[in-house]
């Protein structure tokens, strides 16, 4: 592609186009998960809806790859491009909150963070993930599960709204009234129907949680763990709680005769009055084995929302495999322990989120994210910031799940996969729906332009 194409092109654009010549381009595509190094030919960070009008439009007129980027934080790094075109929303960021209906409008680029920090001063929140620098785009438009998720539904459930700047460079607004095949396509199909340039979500309650971490020794994890499966489920919907295998980090503020251990972590989080908090943390407390360190207590929901956040800055090696489970049977919390008990590195680890609850109160086909009928949604990560660790750390969680997996349902979360899981895999994470996915991604883009994601091809 000749400069002076690239050139017209930034002419046209309000935020700027980073090409590779470009003083911040290294900087410019970088993503959190350090161990994919692609390079874009061009990046345009967006600055408005008529900038994202202007991107889309040079990319299939130029035929260029196109990637999207809302926070950056997509474990194969799908917000990037090899010799493509980056559309970058990251400079889009207004949030604004309307008490009155409970609902807030939400730039693409912001994060989670910045919406959680908008909707407190209102004590309300949208259910969104565990740690605050994740995009709100890629994790809303894969599903989006977190501490709220059993009160209030996935991120999907409370997206009431989206404009979209469509393949051909339309803009359209998806909502119930309007265009409700692409809001419900939008529901859990990722970035493959469009560029979503805001969202307006429902927003619930949230102020004070009681919650917190709750650390075992792994001698212990799988006396946790058969509980966890026979009494998480039976929770009231205000109480989550997620359980981790993982590695005390070795530093303040965790006491110094745990660092490195390996443990089995509880981190819970009532929403609902303290007192009751207090109540229905108390009996998890009594019912299992005296933990190693016991941090649950109230704090405020931006509080919780943010609490492992330093310990995973941007710049680590990151590979992951997830699955959704029904069910954790003798053998499998044994192959969890065996494979626990080989950590490969300190930040490394496995997480499984309930997705019960509200989640699973609404019907299958109700969004195109379906699997309502998955008690949890399971992640392994391999984590660590030396790059030579990287053949290690897959190594690692292959192997885990590989020795899981035939415990598990076919699909996973779409969020918690890499780019080399093979096509079937891809169908399998959006279940039955598929077929009505492609349906609609033949209406929405029949040239595929948006392929740079989990994608899902226009049905022929
Ligand atoms: C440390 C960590 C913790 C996590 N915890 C959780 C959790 O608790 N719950 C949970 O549900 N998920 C969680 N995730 C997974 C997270 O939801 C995904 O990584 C998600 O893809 C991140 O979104 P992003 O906008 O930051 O990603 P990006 O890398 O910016 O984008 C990912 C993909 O989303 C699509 N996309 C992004 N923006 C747009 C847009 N505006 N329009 C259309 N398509 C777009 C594109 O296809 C893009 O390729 C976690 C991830 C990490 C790294």
């Known amino acids: 592609m000749k400069n002076e194409a690239i050139a017209k092109f930034a002419q046209s654009l309000r935020g700027p186009a980073i090409g590779r010549d470009h003083p911040d381009y290294d900087d410019a595509r970088k993503l959190y998960n350090a161990s994919i190094d692609k390079r874009p030919l061009v990046i345009a960070r967006c600055a408005d809806v008529a900038d994202v009008i202007a991107a889309v439009n040079f990319g299939r007129d130029s035929k260029l790859p196109i990637a999207i980027r809302g926070g950056g934080h997509n474990g194969p790094g799908l917000g990037r491009v090899d010799d493509g075109l980056v559309i970058d929303l990251s400079m889009m960021k207004g949030v604004r909150v309307d008490p009155a209906t409970k609902t807030v409008r939400v730039g693409a680029g912001c994060v989670t963070g910045d919406v959680d920090h908008a909707t407190h001063a209102f004590g309300l929140a949208v259910p969104f993930g565990i740690i605050s620098s994740t995009g709100v785009a890629g994790l809303t438009l894969s599903g989006g599960h977190g501490y709220l998720s059993r009160q209030y539904g996935l991120a999907v459930d409370n997206l009431i709204e989206a404009d979209v700047v469509l393949a051909d460079g339309r803009f359209v607004t998806a909502s119930e009234a309007e265009n409700a095949d692409l809001l419900w396509a939008l529901r859990g199909g990722g970035g493959n129907f469009g560029v979503v340039t805001s969202f307006l979500f429902r927003a619930h309650p949230a102020g004070m949680i009681y919650g917190g971490p709750i650390i075992f020794d792994l001698a212990d994890g799988a006396a946790v763990m058969k ?18 295998l993982q590695v005390v980090p070795p530093g303040d503020p965790f006491p110094n005769e745990h660092w490195s251990k390996k443990m089995c972590v509880l981190v819970v989080s009532h929403n609902g009055p303290l007192a009751e908090g207090e109540k229905a943390v108390n009996a998890v407390r009594a019912a299992l084995p005296k933990p190693i360190i016991d941090w649950a207590q109230p ?21 992951w495999k997830g699955d959704f489970v029904k069910t954790l049977p003798d053998d499998a919390v044994d192959a969890h322990m065996a494979h626990a008990a080989k950590l490969p590195t300190g930040l490394s680890g496995m997480h499984i989120y309930p997705i019960d609850g509200a989640v699973q109160r609404r019907k299958r086909d109700a969004t195109a ?62 279940g039955e729906n598929y077929d009505r996915l492609a349906t609609l991604k033949k209406k929405y883009d029949p040239t595929n332009l948006f392929r740079v994601n989990q994608n899902i091809r226009p049905a022929s």
Do not use: C
């Open 227 to 244: 509980w966890f499966r026979q009494h998480q489920p039976k929770a009231e919907d205000e109480f989550n709680m997620f359980l981790g």
């Open 369 to 430: 994210w379906g699997y309502r009928d998955a008690a949890w949604s399971m992640v392994i990560f391999g984590v660590d910031p030396d790059p030579a660790k990287a053949p290690a750390l897959k190594k690692w969680a292959r192997d885990y799940w590989e020795a899981v997996h035939p415990f598990n349902l076919a699909g996973a979360y779409a969020n918690f996969m890499m780019d080399d899981e093979g096509e079937s895999r891809v169908k399998a994470a959006y």
């Open 299 to 319: 704090m405020p929901y931006t509080a919780i929302q943010t609490l492992f956040d330093p310990l995973l800055p941007k710049g680590l090696q990151w590979y």
